[in-house]
């Protein structure tokens, strides 16, 4: 009970079997303003589980004060299921290109 009172609540949750790898914090000029000072999670995930998870880059928005308020997905397409059933994990070049145009059309 003592570590109840000292332990602070959860902001968000994501799904199971993800884990995070590292994190950085935007602070560039390429991006939209919006993009400033959000967080950036890179993904590991699990490919074994119906339907795989993870192994993407998530955006954590945050609010005025810096407080985390959501997830959201910033590029997918880091796995991907091959003609004889195994995986690769890596992004393919269309996914690049799809995520590079996607990007272009939100500035």
């Not at 109840?4 to 799904?15: E, V």
């Not at 994990?89 to 500035?107: I, K, M």
Request: aromatic residues 14%; charged residues 25%; contains cysteine.
């Amino acid at each position: 009970m003592q570590w109840a009172k000292q332990a602070q609540a959860l902001t968000l949750l994501y799904t199971a079997h993800i884990a995070p790898m590292q994190i950085a914090f935007y602070s560039g000029l390429q991006f939209p303003v919006k993009y400033r000072d959000d967080a950036f999670v890179t993904m590991h995930g699990s490919w074994n589980r119906q339907p795989s998870s993870g192994y993407e880059i998530l955006r954590i928005e945050s609010d005025d004060r810096g407080e985390p308020r959501s997830f959201k997905p910033f590029m997918r397409g880091f796995l991907s299921k091959q003609q004889d059933s195994t995986y690769a994990q890596w992004p393919s070049h269309r996914t690049c290109r799809r995520q590079r145009q996607e990007l272009a059309r939100r500035r």
